[in-house]
Nanobody, 115 residues
Framework: QVQLVESGGGLVQTGGSLRLSCAASGSIFSINVMGWYRQAPGNQRELVAI???????NYADSVKGRFTISRDNAKNTVYLQMNNLKPEDTAVYYC?????????WGQGTQVTVSS
């Protein structure tokens, strides 16, 4: 059984920063792509950023230059550094990992940016 546990969400003012973490545990043989997604009320879940095992990255246009995704393969952990946050970044953020060739999701962490 594989579990993803997220941490780091919270309430922050416009222009502030937060760092999200997501750690995988359980019977893990390999983790390929890691990513962050978000879902705001009334909206579909959308891709925020992804990172390959070799650390190739891809970002949504709305977060380019403000968010940075990184990973620690030894710790089976993915991070999302979010700077210059805006009210439109408010959402539940979910991590996703391809573990042992299967897709797993975290439970979600709320990020709220006040104006």
């Amino acid at each position: 059984q594989v579990q993803l546990v997220e941490s780091g969400g919270g309430l922050v003012q416009t222009g502030g920063s937060l760092r999200l973490s997501c750690a995988a545990s359980g019977s893990i043989f390999s983790i390929n792509v890691m990513g962050w997604y978000r879902q705001a009320p009334g909206n579909q879940r959308e891709l925020v950023a992804i990172i390959s095992r070799l650390r190739s990255t891809n970002y949504a246009d709305s977060v380019k230059g403000r968010f940075t995704i990184s990973r620690d393969n030894a710790k089976n952990t993915v991070y999302l550094q979010m700077n210059n946050l805006k009210p439109e970044d408010t959402a539940v953020y979910y991590c996703n990992m391809a573990v042992n060739y299967e897709s797993y999701w975290g439970q979600g962490t709320q990020v709220t940016v006040s104006s």
